[in-house]
């Protein structure tokens, strides 16, 4: 595989049950996998810990069942047992690439057609349709699967790669560009929007807010939206949406520009707007002017971290030197005019910087100043900044000329009463107020955004 991979760096490794294989020699080596006895592990059966990554491990954690066992996604292992047979009929390491896109695919569906209210519910499937948790933890279920059966096939380490991303993709929306299931719209503006998955689940940031019922009001909004279409002052748009991953690595390695260069590049699927999206402080939207090329020390999805500059992988559409700044072009100071209904909104320009005379980090309220290095941008130092500023700089080195940057939204909070995740409940009426309300506005603030391109 090339060197393009932005799968996390802990997939596929370790080795599972065993299992007998048949390889078939030629003058091209085909190998053909077909275990003599397939067994896919089930959450809290013991999968070996070689077999799952950090984040897929939580899974047997005992509110991430309550999510999943109320969540309406299907049961868990439905779509397991769906896995192991997609993987039965693979032949090639194409049809395993094939099957768990495929899989991948119908995911998403799932998740979407449950946040659009399309899906049958039921009697224990009793969490709101906005909750974005019962997808997040079905995918790594799923994930942890996929990883055992690669463990135990005869794929080498970039094979199971191959496989692995596949689905990764697939689950979070990224790549319908390259097939049929998601034809461009004839009519109309056109506009991708980006979520995340939720984060700060058992070693917050600060190492305080760690809770593994957080939800992400980023992640809700773009299950909530995708395939939909607005009513926008300037006309219909077309609404396309993914949700990204908390984890450093697969920023490195091009997650982001690898999902949205489709969209950027001149082409049918080409977009009149973009909106990166992210949960951020408690009570306000803020639309972020300015993102920085620094990362900060805070935990990911993985437990890990990796201070430094934000680095940009190869093989994709950049800007030479890597600048240390980039700015939105969304219409914040309107954006900001809104009524706040309920929450305010912030043009936000504040960033932090070393500045070139000096070699101390400063706080600037009006931006950066010339020349200097990017500690902070207005979204901090984490993954949301990092968004923003690799969305922005490949809308730069694509010559996109539309509106785009990152939007904050207000934190999601729970009631009072229900603070502690030891003895609380995974729901409860104020967070699903709260919820509510963010989506909404969101949902407004974006069309008033492109409302503004009736004037273009």
């Not at 496989?163 to 993709?169: D, G, N, Q, S």
Request: hydrophobic share 35%.
């Amino acid at each position: 595989m090339d060197g393009n991979v932005y799968y996390d760096e802990d997939a596929g490794q370790g080795a599972g049950g065993q299992a007998d294989w048949i390889v078939v020699a030629g003058s091209m080596p085909t190998v053909i996998w077909q275990p003599a006895v397939q067994h896919f592990p089930q959450p809290g059966n013991g999968t070996d810990a070689a077999e799952q990554t950090v984040e897929e491990a939580r899974v047997d954690e005992k509110i991430p069942q309550e999510i999943l066992s109320r969540g309406g996604m299907g049961d868990a292992q439905g779509w397991q047992a769906e896995l192991s047979k997609a993987l039965d009929g693979a032949q090639t390491l194409s049809d395993a690439e094939r099957a768990m896109a495929f899989l991948g695919g119908r995911l998403w569906q799932r998740a979407v057609d449950r946040a659009q209210g399309r899906t049958t519910s039921h009697s224990d499937s009793d969490l709101p349709v906005t909750d974005d948790r019962p997808l997040y933890w079905t995918r790594l279920t799923l994930a942890r699967a996929l990883r055992a059966w690669c463990a135990r096939s005869p794929l080498d380490e970039a094979d199971r790669q191959r496989v692995l991303l596949a689905f990764e993709r697939a689950s979070r929306g990224i790549g319908r560009t390259q097939s049929q299931a998601s034809p461009p719209p004839q009519e109309g503006l056109r506009a991708v929007i980006t979520g995340f998955d939720p984060f700060q689940l058992d070693r917050g940031i600060d190492h305080i807010n760690d809770d593994l019922r957080h939800s992400n009001p980023a992640g809700c909004l773009a299950l909530a939206l995708d395939g939909t279409t607005l009513d926008t002052d300037a006309g219909p748009a077309h609404i396309t949406t993914m949700m990204f991953p908390l984890r450093w690595h697969a920023f490195a390695q091009g997650i982001v520009e690898h999902a949205l260069t489709p969209y950027f590049q001149p082409g049918p699927h080409r977009v009149d707007l973009f909106m990166t999206i992210s949960q951020g402080r408690l009570n306000q939207f803020d639309v972020e002017h300015t993102n920085g090329a620094w990362r900060g020390v805070g935990w990911d999805n993985l437990n890990q971290r990796a201070p430094g500059p934000v680095p940009i992988p190869p093989g994709v559409p950049t800007v030479h030197p890597q600048p240390q700044w980039t700015t939105t072009t969304l219409p914040a100071s309107l954006l900001a005019d809104q009524p706040a209904a309920p929450f305010p909104v912030y043009h936000h320009t504040g960033v932090t910087e070393i500045p070139a005379d000096s070699d101390k980090p400063a706080e600037r309220k009006d931006g950066p100043t010339p020349n200097s290095l990017a500690r902070e941008g207005g979204g901090g130092d984490y993954l949301s900044n990092e968004i923003g500023y690799r969305a922005t700089l490949l809308r730069d080195a694509c010559r996109l000329r539309v509106p785009g940057g990152h939007l904050h939204t207000p934190k999601l909070l729970l009631a009072p009463d229900n603070q502690d995740p030891a003895t609380g409940h995974i729901t409860d009426p104020v967070l699903e107020r709260y919820r509510d309300a963010v989506l909404a506005q969101a949902r407004a603030l974006l069309t008033t955004a492109l409302g503004t391109l009736a004037a273009r």
